[in-house]
């Protein structure tokens, strides 16, 4: 499948804590894209990283990505509450960009 | 100014009715895009459109016809609706090089209820 695999699907923590996510997928890709979407909203874009880089900074959050497991993370530092939504990793691969389900963040102050 | 608008935001209405949501985007990009998100969240592409013309038709069944009057427009008009089809419909925009694609701009959903 082309489409990027959120893990886990929730994550609860409280402010001040890092979220790890992950993401997986299993095409070639040219870059692979980080969006979050609050409830009830469209996505936002986040982070895109090129498929010749390794990390990522922006802000508090740091991606990874890991061409020979075909995986990719998302680090965010210090939540906030603020952070509370779903984020979505999105692999493209030769012209498609294809999302899967999100892993859902909570942060409870 | 909204750089990607769909209307309506809400749509509810009776199974076998004709319904279209429309999309239009500011940003000069030339690709648009429609998304259908399911109740469980999953996000699964539907169609692109590169200078109006179709790059991608995702298995959609043919009661989904998008139509793109310009690289400005996308629009999506459902036939016959049916129950499976309720859902939230995403419209996105991208500026895309060499067939990789840029960052995705995304409407705020519409979200479809089939009764």
């Known amino acids: 499948s082309q489409q990027g695999e959120e893990d886990p699907q929730a994550l609860s923590i409280q402010e001040g804590e890092n979220a790890t996510m992950n993401c997986s997928y299993k095409?070639?890709?040219?870059?692979l894209q980080w969006y979050r979407q609050n409830s009830g909203r469209g996505l936002v874009h986040l982070i895109l990283?090129?498929?010749?880089?390794r990390e990522k900074h922006s802000g508090r959050l740091r991606v990874t990505l890991d061409t020979s497991k075909k995986s990719s993370s998302l680090l965010i530092t210090a939540s906030r509450a603020a952070d509370t939504a779903s984020y979505f990793c999105?692999?493209?691969?030769?012209?498609?960009?294809?999302f899967g389900a999100g892993t859902q963040v909570v942060v409870t102050p | 100014d909204t750089a990607v608008s769909q209307t309506p935001k809400y749509l509810v209405t009776q199974m076998g009715n004709d319904k279209s949501i429309k999309c239009e985007q500011n940003?000069?990009?030339?690709?648009m895009y429609w998304y259908k998100q399911d109740s469980k969240k999953f996000l699964k592409i539907m169609f692109s459109?590169?200078?109006?013309?179709?790059?991608i038709n995702e298995t959609v069944p043919n009661r989904f016809s998008p139509k793109s009057p310009d690289k400005a427009h996308l629009n999506l008009h459902i036939n016959s609706l049916e129950l499976g089809d309720s859902a939230v419909y995403f419209c996105?925009?991208?500026?895309?090089?060499?067939?990789?694609?840029?960052?995705?701009?995304f409407g705020e959903g519409s979200r479809l209820t089939v009764l």
């Open positions: 996105a925009s991208s500026q895309t090089s060499g067939g990789a694609h840029g960052e995705l701009f």
């Open positions: 095409t070639s890709i040219n870059n």
């Open positions: 990283i090129r498929s010749n880089e």
């Open positions: 999105a692999p493209d691969s030769w012209g498609k960009l294809q």
């Open positions: 940003l000069g990009h030339d690709t």
């Open positions: 459109y590169n200078n109006k013309e179709l790059i």
